[in-house]
């Protein structure tokens, strides 16, 4: 009886550490990507996790290992902003594993090369597609795309918890979160939550360190007043329109209905104009978001930014969305950027690259994503005179996600988390 207990006894610790010390999954594992000729530096993974089984709620994750030493070094889960737009962007066009060569002709795919300066060099990193129906991520029910921050913050939260539950030996690496542009918002309403779950003794434990926020949302009155000082200093306004537009303001730029207000800041707005809104000092590349009148409006020389023979040009030439278009966020609805495009022409943006290389099936298959559409069989009666064949046709229906946008408009989407600065300061106070 002692040695059956002691058997027993065995068996149960020899279970609790087959699955304590499961690895990644391998069905998520990505083994090529059409486009790419070399070998990758470290392994890929990619896929769904699905946070509500009930409404059938999935988000999509790329997943690229640290090219160092992925056992130690950290995880960074990268998300962009919006809201309502991919992280594949940044994947694509800012730090992601490879360099994009555009594709030569319509019909073959963009080259990919490996990128010197990836941010997985050294890091784990995630990119994330949040919040659902953003990029690859969707809902079977239509009502959990009308969202906002902290259910957005709560749904990465779950996300996260059943990530490391899927790659356990990350568990004990530090981690961090990090992002651009809206994610100012995504990125410490996320914190926060993480740091509340680990009070609460949700497991597993999130080994948070920090957060890291670049052109970040932050507060609706900080914000909206810093565009004026920003280009004032960086040379883009002169001295005598600075001084006008502030006395005539009084010092407050975006909420000022004063006419003298609203006349001297019509004046800044046409010296900023035209301007690459993402990086001053790059060129700018100008897509197919310009009208044809806007493009003869241009100056000869600043169409000829941008103009290049390289072939990796495309991380220089192209960048990815940033927020706000000379606006603050408010409370309430936050307007996609299908919807301040409708009104607003914003140079600088390209997608063309990216939209083509995910949307092609043999990559959509690779990194495991759903198929732009889904096959469908139907029969139809065609009666030629009295009767007919009966003929079989191949329809193409589209699947939940249809074709990968960089930025959707199908969010109806709430900034209802407020002034960020509250969330900074509790962080920052609590170590992170």
Known sequence: MRFLLKVLAFVTLLLVFLITTESAPQSALITKLPGFSGTFPSKHYSGYVTIDKEHGKNLWYYFVESEMNPSKDPVVLWLNGGPGCSSMDGFVYEHGPFNFEPAKTNYSLPLLHLNPYSWSKVSNMIYLDSPVGVGFSYSKNESDYITGDMKTAVDSHAFLLKWFQMFPEFQSNPFYISGESYAGVYVPTLASEVVKGNKEGLKPALNLKGYLVGNGVADSMYDGNALVPFAHGMGLVSDQLFENVTKACNGNFYDNLSPDCEEQMAK??????????????????????????????????????????KPLAVRKRMFGRAWPVRAPILPGIVPSWSQLLADVSVP?????????????????????????????????????????????????????????????GKLWFHHDAGSMISFHRNLTLSGY
């Open 268 to 309: 800044v707005s046409m010296d900023i104009d035209r301007l690459n809104i993402y990086n001053i000092l790059e060129p700018c590349y100008h897509g197919t978001s310009l009208s044809a009148f806007d493009i003869k409006s241009l100056p000869s020389t600043l169409l000829q930014l941008g103009k290049t023979e």
């Open 348 to 408: 600088c943006i390209d997608d063309r690259v990216a939209t083509a290389w995910l949307n092609d099936p043999a990559i959509r298959k690779a990194i495991h994503a759903k198929e732009v559409s889904n096959s469908v069989l139907i029969l139809l009666q065609y009666y030629i005179k009295k009767t007919g064949p009966l003929m079989c046709l191949k329809i193409l229906q589209e699947s939940e996600i249809g074709r990968w946008e960089l930025c959707t």
